[in-house]
Structure formats: structure tokens, C-alpha cells
């Protein structure tokens, strides 16, 4: 199957700071999707991208669509506590109809 | 009232044993997901339907089966539990031509 690479792996960081983390694919996507999963619960959709160099932000959240259409990119701006959780991208390729391939996904610590 | 519900939350079975778990969503979605979730792997896709007369496999099938009863209703069955089976389960919808799938609260499922 597709293989959906995140980094980092997990992240400590102090609350205040800016988060950046990133996804990469060796296949083409045509629709990126940022996902946050809250300890003990399902995943939540944060940001969905349809187009090459798309760049869209959900309040302290900005997501972009990579040019080459293989990765994306997520930034969380002055992190807070409620940050807390592991986020995944998910992506649907033209080649596989519609099956969503998710990332191995990032836990992100903040520290108070 | 939670939109898509998983029951049970937690079992613990032994080796062998047939499990059941269940699915049920109140947000009229016709397509409906099973995705398994294991520590540093993400989420993998186990089966998908996209109406009740619809059921595809996923990525990882194997050792699982599933039935649609219903547009509401979505049930996963492991027909011979075995331990590497152990592993976070979760159901997801989304409506046809939507990108965004809404999760369930997961089924955390303990072979022994």
C-alpha cells in the first residue's frame, strides 16, 4: 500500500512556541487532509487541501498543499496546552479510487 | 448524543475466540470505514462500504470480516482472534463526495 511518512515522530515543546511537521509520500496525492486525535478519542478533521501550492489556515493552524503534490506541511502558531495530541495527515491518490492512506502520525507534547 | 458510536469500548478475549465489534451512526453518511490503529503505524484500512450492498477491502483484510445491516449499522468480526490482532479499532463515516470522515470514540481489543 501507499506509504505516508510523518516527522517528526514527536515533539516536546514549550507552550508559546510555533510547531511545524511535515508529511511525504513517493506517490502523487490529489487531496491532503490534517487530522488531530485527542487522548482516548477518534481523530478529527483539521484542514483538507485540493490543489498543488494550496495554503489554508484554521485559526492558529496552516496547512499547505507541496508543488510536487507528494507532501504537505502543517504549522501550529504560539502552541497551548489543549495542542496536546497526535496529529496525522491523510491523503487520497488518483490511483487507488477512494481509499484515504493516513501517516504514522505526530505527538506533540506541550509543556506549560 | 455522540453522531458515530462504538460499542463495546475495551475487550479482552483469548486466542481463537470470534469478536464482534459494532458500529452505529446517527449522521445519515452512506459510506462507512473500519481502520485498526497501532502504536507509530497510523491507521490502516480494513474494510470500506459505500451503500449496504457495498463492501471492500482494505489495505490489511485478512483475518477480518465485515456486514453492513444497514445504512446505520456497521459491525467488524475477527473470526479467529489472535494476538496480533491487539490493537486500537476505529469506525469512521462520511458522506458520499465528502473528503472529511467523522471517527467513533475507538474499540481498544486485547487478544490474549
Known amino acids: 500500500g501507499q506509504q505516508l511518512n510523518q516527522s517528526p515522530q514527536s515533539m516536546f515543546i514549550q507552550e508559546g512556541e510555533d510547531v511545524s511537521m511535515n508529511c511525504t509520500s513517493s506517490?502523487?496525492?490529489?487531496?491532503w487532509l490534517w487530522y488531530k486525535q485527542d487522548p482516548g478519542e477518534g481523530p478529527v478533521l483539521l484542514i483538507a487541501?485540493?490543489?498543488?501550492?494550496e495554503l489554508t489556515s484554521n485559526g492558529r493552524l496552516t496547512a499547505q498543499f507541496g508543488i510536487t503534490r507528494k507532501d504537505s506541511f502543517l504549522n501550529i502558531s504560539a502552541s497551548i496546552p489543549s495542542d496536546v495530541g497526535i496529529y496525522f495527515c491523510?491523503?487520497?491518490?488518483?490511483?487507488?479510487?477512494?481509499?484515504?492512506?493516513f501517516g504514522t502520525g505526530t505527538s506533540l507534547t506541550v509543556i506549560p | 448524543d455522540a453522531d458515530v458510536t462504538q460499542t463495546p469500548r475495551n475487550r479482552i478475549t483469548k486466542t481463537g475466540k470470534r469478536i464482534m465489534l459494532e458500529c452505529s451512526q446517527t449522521k445519515g453518511h452512506d459510506r462507512m470505514y473500519w481502520y485498526r490503529q497501532d502504536p507509530g503505524l497510523g491507521l490502516q484500512l480494513i474494510y470500506y462500504s459505500f451503500d449496504v450492498k457495498d463492501i471492500n477491502k482494505g489495505e490489511i483484510s485478512d483475518g477480518y470480516s465485515v456486514s453492513r445491516q444497514a445504512q446505520a449499522k456497521f459491525s467488524l468480526s475477527l473470526e479467529s482472534a489472535i494476538p496480533n490482532q491487539t490493537a486500537l479499532y476505529f469506525c469512521?463515516?462520511?458522506?458520499?463526495?465528502?473528503?472529511?470522515?467523522?471517527f467513533g470514540p475507538g474499540t481498544r481489543l486485547t487478544v490474549l
Open positions: 491523510a491523503g487520497l491518490t488518483p490511483y487507488t479510487g477512494n481509499q484515504f492512506y
Open positions: 487541501l485540493y490543489k498543488a501550492g
Open positions: 506517490s502523487i496525492f490529489n487531496t
Open positions: 469512521a463515516t462520511s458522506d458520499t463526495g465528502g473528503v472529511e470522515q467523522f
